[in-house]
């Protein structure tokens, strides 16, 4: 359940990893209204289960990457928030992450040690650690306490894992 911290409301994150099948238009309105806004992002994992995200004017792609049939993405939905009961599951995507071999991404909540929600990793922020807002807009407060978009590369094997970030987004 999404739970309130300092006056934010916390959002579940859940996420559906695969590789896009297919691309299409969304009409959210019986008169087009909107049309060519929405797509509807089609994504099968490897035990052949499919997602459909719905892909909003307002849907965060990290790096801000175009996305194409065949790529390996991760996207990231509110596990709160209602959905329709129809098969394949359709979730409006809040945030897609395009697979890139040279940098990991972790969307989570970070507490005031900056360690993850599941305890996974731990953020040893560098004094040249891009931190931003999700419009590309310097973030000037603590990130410690709040849902992040890490980006980084390599860990330590320790538990949990500790990276310094190339880029860090606040979603607020």
């Keep these: 359940m999404n739970e309130h911290l300092g006056g934010f409301l916390l959002v579940n994150f859940f996420s559906f990893r695969g590789t896009v099948t297919a691309i299409n238009d969304f009409f959210v309105t019986a008169n087009n209204e909107g049309a060519g806004c929405y797509k509807l992002l089609s994504v099968e994992n490897q035990n052949r289960e499919t ?76 004094p040249n650690t891009p931190i931003l807002l999700t ?8 990130p410690a306490n709040r849902q992040l978009i890490v980006i980084y590369g390599p860990t330590t094997r320790s538990i949990p894992a500790q990276t310094t970030p190339y880029q860090i987004i606040v979603w607020c």
């Design 135 to 142: 419009n590309g807009q310097l973030f000037s407060k603590n």
């Design 51 to 126: 997602v459909n995200f719905v892909v909003s004017p307002t849907t965060y792609f990290v790096n801000h990457a175009i996305v194409s049939v065949g790529d390996t993405v991760s996207g990231y939905y509110d596990g709160d928030s209602p959905v329709p009961l129809i098969y394949p599951p359709q979730y409006r995507s809040l945030i897609i992450v395009k697979e890139n071999p040279y940098q990991q991404v972790k969307v989570s909540y970070f507490n005031n040690q900056l360690v993850s929600a599941d305890g996974q990793l731990k953020l040893n922020i560098a």
